[in-house]
Every structure is written in C-alpha cells, then in structure tokens.
C-alpha cells in the first residue's frame, strides 16, 4: 500500500520508560542469536500512548536501512510516527497486513509515493499500552531484499504479491 507523505506527522512526546522487551528467534527468525532484548520508550500521541522499539537485525535489514540517505531516512521517520500515532488510537487504516511472513507475530508496513517502506510488529501490550517494534527500513529499491528475510516467499512470488522488480 503507498501512501502520501504530505500528512502532517502527529504532534508526539517521547519518554524513557527503562522498560525492555525480550524478543526470541520463534517471534523472528531473522534474528542472529536465539533472543535479543529491545529497550521501549513511551510515545504519547495527544490522549494515546504506545511503547516503541526497534530491531533491525541481520545483515541484508541492516544494509537496506543503512542505505537510506538522510533526507530518506527523515521521510521513513515521519511515515512511521504518522502511523504510529493512528495505531495509539486503534487505527491501521494505511498500513498493510504481511500474511506471509515467517514471524509468529503480526508484521506490517507502510509505505509512500516516493517508495520508502517501514516494517513494524505488534507485541501485545504492557501496563495496558501497545507495544509495536520496527523490524525494517527501506527503499524501494531494497524492498525484494528485506521480503526476502521477512517473507516466506521466493522472489518470483514476491514480485507478484508486492509489484517489486
């Protein structure tokens, strides 16, 4: 799904909670050890409040976000903080359901015009507050790289499913 990047990115405030979370390979088989812990921060979006985190974590992720250049990785950076705070509020209405991926847990993206995408995970809740991880970054010119270790998907099928070349 391809989204614009023109919505105004939602007023936020940022909170160290000291909280973490721990992440095994069952949860995501991309990881390069059995578990990794993840270290949360509060996010209060208006009257809404989720706890984030980010993992991207293997070799092939970590080259696709690494590649982004600065203006790319700010537009990845506001498209996920947009989206984040409609899902404090109990909306996805632009972000799209991977149903393919190797992840025992829901994986999702977003993506804009100019062909950034941003993979996210839901992890339940803590003290009643969502808790979503970022898994993935790109471009698209990245994206068939990153499905490759998101998806159970060969590239053929990938092609097809996400109109990627």
């Known amino acids: ?11 936020r405030e940022v909170v160290n909670t000291g909280r973490k979370i721990t992440i095994n390979k069952a949860e995501l ?7 990794q812990e993840v270290p949360l921060v509060g996010i209060r979006f208006g009257g809404s409040e989720l706890l984030f985190g980010s993992t991207i974590s293997n070799k092939a992720l970590i080259e696709a976000a690494s590649s982004l250049n600065p203006r790319n990785s700010e537009i990845a950076n506001n498209l996920l903080y947009t989206h984040l705070s409609q899902y404090a509020e109990g909306r ?6 991977m149903d393919d991926s190797k992840s025992s847990k829901p994986v999702f ?12 995970m839901r992890f339940g809740k803590i003290e009643d507050k969502p808790v979503v991880i970022k898994v993935a970054v790109c471009d ?3 994206q068939l790289e990153v ?3 998101l998806t159970t998907n060969d590239r053929k099928r990938l092609k097809a499913a996400y109109g990627v070349s």
């Open 1 to 11: 799904m391809v989204v614009n990047t023109e919505v105004a990115v939602a007023s």
């Open 29 to 35: 088989p991309w990881l390069p050890t059995q578990t």
């Open 92 to 97: 996805l209405p632009h972000a799209k359901f």
């Open 109 to 120: 993206y977003i993506g804009n015009k100019s062909g950034i995408r941003v993979y996210f």
């Open 140 to 142: 698209k010119s990245r």
């Open 147 to 149: 499905l490759e270790q």
